[in-house]
């Protein structure tokens, strides 16, 4: 199966290889992203929603649910100061090399699509309860509701936002940082 994974401009000198990072998600495959854009990778054990790395300001993309114990934030580069962003994660973070020709497009394994979908319903039901209550109690317009509705959401992985690869017969989720990054940047404005 031929591949779209993009990443010619970051491919090293030494025999087309690909020096990339894997970190840990739950619920859904590890990402795999290039070890280039990490900037930091810090112990910290407390979920956030931003982190003030070297006096910015950086969104908060979480790996984990709220739920789980987080033992690790990673700041990537963004294309803009204003675009970093962090992940948190917990887990070991391991580095490694790839030929881009080992890159395949794989898809979705059917136990990640499955939770997906179910984190996406339970979101939706619990949205459309809150929702009600909200409006009743806090004086919420519509307009103010459906912003709230159509909020990025991290525990559902959506196609448009990462794309499935699979090297040496192991699923890996390649994310769309860029558009992650926005979405994170335009919530917290």
């Given amino acids: ?27 859904q495959p590890d990402w795999i992203i290039p070890s280039s854009l990490i900037l930091s990778v810090d112990a910290y054990d407390e979920h956030i929603l931003t982190y003030l790395w070297q006096q910015q300001e950086v969104a908060v993309f979480h790996l984990v649910p709220d ?14 100061v204003a675009h970093r962003l ?11 090399q790839v030929r881009i020709s080992d890159v395949e ?9 499955q939770q ?6 339970a979101i939706h039901s619990s949205e459309e309860g809150s929702q009600h209550q909200q409006s009743a109690s806090d004086g919420f317009n519509d307009t103010e509701l459906e912003v709230t509705a159509n909020r990025f959401r991290e525990n559902v992985v959506t196609s448009y936002m990462f794309q499935t690869v699979m090297i040496d017969n192991v699923h890996y989720l390649v994310p769309d940082l860029d558009k992650i990054a926005h979405q994170l940047v335009d919530l917290d404005s």
């Fill in 1 to 27: 199966m031929k591949h779209s994974f993009e990443a010619v401009s970051l491919l090293t000198t030494s025999k087309g290889m690909l020096e990339v990072t894997v970190i840990p998600a739950l619920n």
């Fill in 67 to 80: 739920d789980q114990q987080v033992d690790t934030i990673i700041v990537l580069e963004g294309n803009t």
């Fill in 86 to 96: 962090a992940l948190q994660t917990a887990g070991e973070i391991r580095q490694m």
């Fill in 105 to 113: 497009d794989a898809e979705l394994p059917d136990v990640y699509r």
């Fill in 116 to 121: 997906a979908q179910s984190n996406s319903a």
